[in-house]
């Protein structure tokens, strides 16, 4: 045995064909010997930077161990701004493998706890950060995202962009003036960026090495901390959930009656009550009930609707939500086009039935 | 207790009319609650929009004139103005409307004045021992309990209780122009840079926001089976428990 690798000059001949086999592929560059070179079966590679020109970092609240959407475009943004010659670090906060760092697009991962006190969040980033010296810093533009971006532009004094809509290399455009004029501008040391605004990355999976934290330094940006003591975080019980804010809706239509049944239903499946507008104006269900253009815009997760027909002025109400499952008797129903999982069904039927299951389950 | 509110000349993002935003509204509901003066201060000229938030409950609003850019002008005003009785609390809405809009201004006093700042406050409690008990507003319904050493900074969530409009306070609601000594204006560091133009709205991310058209459907299917089916199609979603039906806190 040489380790010589054996030619297959009928693979060759086929690589010199279009996929389809029919014809002669045009090679533009005349390279011919290119398409005939006999190829090892190519293993998933990944891109290594050693020592990039510049960084630039993306600070990710982790969840469940990996990367939301937000968080995958947050890296995204990293990595185009960061181009071929840059390199993206990725500050997780909570844990992020390595692996699905890298796929996003993260040449390097670190991880910190711990980031309970707000007050402290500054001081612990800019450490981080600090021997990376990066040439733009993203956060999301959530609750904590914007909140930790603030305080470390407001402690470094580097200058920020909140709530970018459009980013790219040169500029990043953000809303301004009661966002009737938007400002242009070289983009920021620090930036923020909305949800779905930047597409995630999907090139060739990056390296995404775990990094150690090193021993805080005694830097002057730290300060005497202990102005903010953070209490345990209660869940809202699931009445208590405004509508607008509900992870899940329960809402009745004109095809539910027994509004008994649907109350049970509701309070046995930790649901969050919502109504269609002509339930409201009948005042079978309060007002602050309705969901749709009128009533309520939802940023539910999931959305169950028993006896609604999806009006457009409904349907609107309902553009976030993930998950809609709908039960109705109309087969041709606007709902049922919305819906993940529609049962055409009566709603009055399926309510006493499903409600029965899961008392069923419960006992 | 003293509370100040810090306003902005806000203006109504459609009409493009003077309007206080939500969050100030937020804040004002705040300063309410914990009872004691609530006073407002603008770093600016007199603005309508002034006049329209006091309605919702300040009998005055102090504009600030000069002082160089708005957090020195407030922080001179804080320590000198009002020197012999300094406010305990200091609050903010989320986010201005019709200037800048980044935010940022809270965050800047507190680091500027070294108080402790607090975002999404939803609720104020009651003050014990130089602390102040709040609860934060977090996504989806849920609250957290926290103390804030005072003096402190708290941006309301917008979520907060709005108090009423009611006409009568802003028709008597006095603005009082405060000169307050400092080097001129300077614009703050980073607010010329670039320009602006008429605001375009952006499509969102094509494909982004997970919207599943026409999935399954169960056409007259009978009626436990379709219960069984909504029920394991909630569970596979992960919105109901996975071991028992009916939840705890219902």
């Known amino acids: 045995m040489t380790g010589r690798i054996r030619r297959d000059p009928r693979a060759e001949r086929s690589r010199c064909l279009v996929p389809g086999g029919e014809r002669p592929r045009l090679a533009r560059d005349g390279n011919v010997a290119g398409m005939v070179v006999s190829r090892r079966p190519r293993e998933a590679t990944v891109r290594r930077i050693e020592t990039p020109a510049f960084w630039v970092a993306a600070v990710v609240e982790a969840v469940d161990g990996g990367l939301d959407r937000w968080g995958r475009q947050l890296v995204g943004a990293a990595r185009m701004l960061a181009g071929t010659d840059g390199g993206v670090v990725l500050i997780g906060l909570g844990d992020v493998a390595g692996n699905a760092a890298g796929e996003a697009g993260a040449d390097r991962v670190l991880t910190v706890g711990g980031t309970d006190d707000p007050e402290a969040v500054p001081g612990v980033l800019m450490d981080l950060l600090g021997p990376f010296a990066p040439r733009h810093v993203l956060f999301a533009e959530s609750r904590v995202g914007g909140d930790f971006a603030r305080r470390v532009a407001a402690r470094s004094g580097w200058p920020i962009q909140p709530g970018v809509e459009a980013l790219n290399v040169r500029q990043g455009i953000r809303p301004c003036r009661g966002g009737r004029y938007e400002r242009v501008a070289a983009v920021a040391r620090v930036v923020t960026l909305p949800c779905d605004r930047v597409a995630p990355y999907a090139g060739e999976a990056r390296e995404g090495r775990m990094l150690e934290a090193g021993p805080p330094p005694a830097s002057p940006s730290a300060r005497p901390v202990g102005g903010v003591v953070l209490g345990p975080v209660a869940r809202a019980p699931a009445g208590a959930v405004p509508l607008s804010e509900a992870p899940f809706v329960v809402s009745a239509g004109q095809g539910v009656t027994d509004f008994e049944t649907f109350h049970a239903l509701a309070r046995a499946l930790g649901a969050t009550e919502g109504a269609s507008r002509v339930v409201c104006d009948a005042g079978l269900m309060p007002r602050a009930a309705q969901v749709g253009a009128s009533g309520t815009v939802l940023d539910a997760r999931c959305y169950l609707a028993f006896g609604i027909a999806g009006a457009p002025q409904h349907l609107q109400g309902l553009g976030k939500v993930e998950h809609v499952v709908a039960v109705n008797t109309d087969l041709h129903a606007a709902i049922i086009a919305r819906a993940g999982l529609s049962i055409v069904a009566d709603a009055q039927a399926v309510m006493p039935a499903l409600l029965a299951l899961l008392r069923e389950e419960g006992a | ?250």
Do not use: K
């Open chain 2, 1 to 250: 207790m003293r509370s100040i509110v810090l306003l902005s000349g806000g203006i109504d993002p459609l009409s493009g009319r003077p309007a206080p935003p939500q969050g100030e509204i937020a804040a004002i509901g705040l300063a309410r609650s914990i009872g004691g003066a609530a006073e407002g201060l603008h770093a600016g000229g007199p603005s309508p929009a002034l006049r329209l938030a006091a309605a919702h409950g300040l009998a005055r609003v102090d504009c600030l004139d000069g002082g160089g850019n708005a957090v020195e002008a407030l922080a001179t005003y804080l320590a000198t103005y009002l020197g012999a009785d300094p406010p305990d609390l200091v609050l903010a809405g989320r986010q201005a409307r019709g200037g800048e809009d980044s935010g940022m201004l809270p965050y800047l006093l507190a680091e500027r004045l070294g108080w402790p700042l607090l975002a999404g406050v939803i609720a104020v409690g009651a003050a014990a021992d130089g602390w102040l008990s709040v609860m934060i507003g977090l996504p989806q319904g849920a609250r957290q309990e926290a103390r804030v050493r005072l003096p402190c900074i708290l941006v309301a969530h917008d979520a907060a209780p709005a108090p009423p409009f009611i006409f009568d306070r802003a028709r008597r609601a006095e603005l009082r122009v405060v000169p307050v000594a400092g080097p001129a204006p300077v614009a703050a560091e980073g607010a010329a840079e670039g320009d602006d133009r008429p605001y375009r709205a952006r499509p969102r991310l094509i494909g982004a926001s997970a919207r599943t058209g026409a999935g399954q459907v169960l056409d007259h299917p009978d009626i436990a089976e379709a219960a069984t089916v909504l029920r394991d199609h909630l569970r596979a979603l992960g919105v109901l428990g996975p071991s028992r039906g009916a939840s705890p806190d219902a």
